[in-house]
């Protein structure tokens, strides 16, 4: 189709549309059941979640529109407001307009939004950008899939709580800012898929492989306990059942660690492949805006998987 400079073709995180010479859109949707007990605070990760993709892509989000999935008993319609007040919230925090929405009768409460913004050709970070050497850096810890299943079982404390809503309502703005100073060859948030899935589809589509060290890995605090008495989302299982035959894990890899490895994120953190030259100023300028940077790994020739995790 004309116009279209990024569609469905690499898993990426949004597509692109070439409007005129100057101006290209990018667009994006996200919506999901509640994964945390207020409802204020359902609203803003979701929003947060849902402008992600576009700073994923290298773009600037501008519009939303809301997409409700809500009840018609055994809930007050005052939670709907207050899910909409802390999406709202964030969305001001991005700077984004909400411009309307759509909302349908549903047994179970679903909300996030669609997202429109503009973006740059020469900004565009694709999954088939990747390039041999790159390193890899990751910008989030990981574990709210194992922390918020906890939550839903009634197992999580309020420490791991606190510290997992933190890291899902910070928009990933300022590092996708900070990424585009730097020579960044292609940019993905660690979402649904955990974080072996989106960097699978890096890997297949770069036509290159991924070599991450797991004792690098960034974690929530709690992520391994709860990963140790087995507070694994359904999702997690079905990542490892989808990417794990193009994945080789080492011996040395703890049955707790590959749990995480698989676990699906909500408003995960950015996967940044960068020149080797830049990842050190590149991972300093983040930390000392308090973004949690940390290198994971590097990229190389393609061997017998997609990726390995030693």
Do not use: W
């Not at 690098?216 to 059942?241: D, H, I, M, R, V």
């Amino acid at each position: 189709m004309p116009g279209v400079l990024v569609g469905f073709e690499n898993s990426d995180d949004a597509g692109v549309f070439q409007l005129t010479t100057d101006i290209s859109v990018v667009q994006t949707v996200d919506y999901f059941p509640p994964i945390v007990d207020d409802p204020y605070t359902y609203g803003q990760i979701a929003a947060a979640n849902a402008v992600s993709d576009i700073y994923a892509m290298g773009g600037q989000p501008k519009t939303a529109l809301s997409i409700v999935g809500f009840p018609t008993k055994g809930l007050d319609f005052s939670v709907l407001g207050t899910i909409m007040r802390g999406g709202l919230e964030k969305l001001g925090e991005a700077g984004v307009a909400l411009l309307g929405g759509h909302s349908v009768r549903d047994d179970e409460i679903k909300f996030g939004y669609a997202v429109t913004g503009i973006i740059e050709r020469q900004h565009i970070k694709q999954n088939s950008g990747a390039r041999v050497g790159d390193r890899v850096v990751l910008t989030k810890p990981l574990g709210t899939g194992l922390i918020t299943t906890a939550i839903k079982r009634g197992k999580a404390s309020i420490e791991h709580i606190n510290a997992a809503v933190a890291a899902m309502v910070q928009l990933n703005r300022r590092a996708a800012e900070i990424a585009l100073e730097f020579r960044v060859h292609a940019m993905t948030d660690i979402t649904g898929f955990g974080l072996l899935g989106h960097a699978s589809e890096v890997a297949r589509a770069s036509r290159l492989s991924i070599q991450i060290n797991h004792a690098k890995l960034p974690l929530l605090p709690g992520t391994l306990a709860y990963s140790q008495q087995g507070f694994c989302a359904g999702g997690l299982t079905s990542n490892e059942q989808f990417f794990g035959p193009n994945v080789f894990i080492t011996d040395s890899v703890p049955p707790d660690v590959r749990n995480v490895l698989f676990d699906p994120q909500t408003s995960g953190g950015l996967l940044i492949f960068c020149g080797p030259q830049d990842v050190d100023p590149l991972v300093h300028k983040l930390q000392s805006e308090r973004i949690t940077a940390v290198e994971i790994g590097f990229t190389s020739d393609p061997t017998d998987h997609l990726l390995t995790v030693e």
